[in-house]
């Protein structure tokens, strides 16, 4: 299509802004997207993901130019940006781009209650397992440029707390932490290690999009 536009997206690229209108939607050939919730002293935690499966920008296609969360470049990469209002405009013509957009809604859905759930509920290196998982299921890679202040912004607590939790998953040899850079050793061992949460959320994944087809639904587990 001749209005996407190819673009670099480092880390912390801001896509959209709380209260501000939605101009444009992201798809990602590579990083990761981050929806976070904001407080008004400017504390955020994390509450949805988004890789190459989907897009930001969703609240444009459903009657909603803005919305009440901050949208960054949670991994750098690139993608294609379009105008929200093109895509919009293909939206409402229903067909096979309207069924992917309610399917990527309800992925969304479903991976926003379960992180209410779990920032509520769990421990801090069940909480991290989790997101680890999470976040490198999304950039298909078991490497992830993060750092410790990163992750404790995306899981609500305090550096330190992170610290000592990551610790504890590098002495037992499951992630290698190193300038910045995350990766994951063990991905069995950080499996049994996350909460129920991931195996719930995976499991819409695996049971709404199908991997033999990038244009196939898959509605059966």
């Known amino acids: 299509m001749r209005f996407l536009v190819p673009i670099e997206l480092p880390l912390e690229t801001r896509l959209s802004e709380p209260n501000e209108a939605i101009e444009f939607i992201y798809f990602l050939n590579s990083g990761l997207i981050s929806t ?3 407080t008004e002293k400017g504390e955020s935690v994390e509450v949805g993901v988004i890789g190459r499966e989907g897009f930001s920008g969703l609240p444009a296609l459903l009657d909603q ?18 105008r929200s209002s093109i895509v919009r405009d293909q939206f409402l013509k229903g067909g096979m781009l309207r069924r992917l957009v309610h399917s990527f809604a309800y992925l969304q859905l479903v991976q926003t209650a379960q992180s209410v759930l ?13 997101w680890l998982l999470t976040s490198a299921d999304r950039m298909e890679s078991e490497s992830l440029n993060l750092t410790q202040e990163f992750l404790a912004r995306m899981l609500g607590v305090q550096r330190s707390t992170v610290t000592v939790a990551a610790g504890d998953l590098q002495r037992a040899g499951v992630i290698g932490y190193s300038r910045g850079k995350i990766n994951i ?4 061992a950080l499996i049994k290690k996350a909460c129920e949460c991931y195996s719930i959320v995976t499991s819409s994944y ?8 990038a244009e196939e639904l898959s509605y059966v587990d």
């Open 36 to 38: 976070d919730a904001i």
């Open 65 to 82: 130019p803005q919305m009440s969360h901050s949208v960054l470049m949670q991994g750098q990469g690139e993608g294609l940006r379009i």
């Open 118 to 130: 779990c920032n509520r509920m769990h421990e801090v290196d069940a909480r991290l397992a989790r």
């Open 185 to 188: 050793l063990d991905r069995p």
């Open 206 to 213: 695996n049971r709404i999009i199908s991997k033999t087809s």
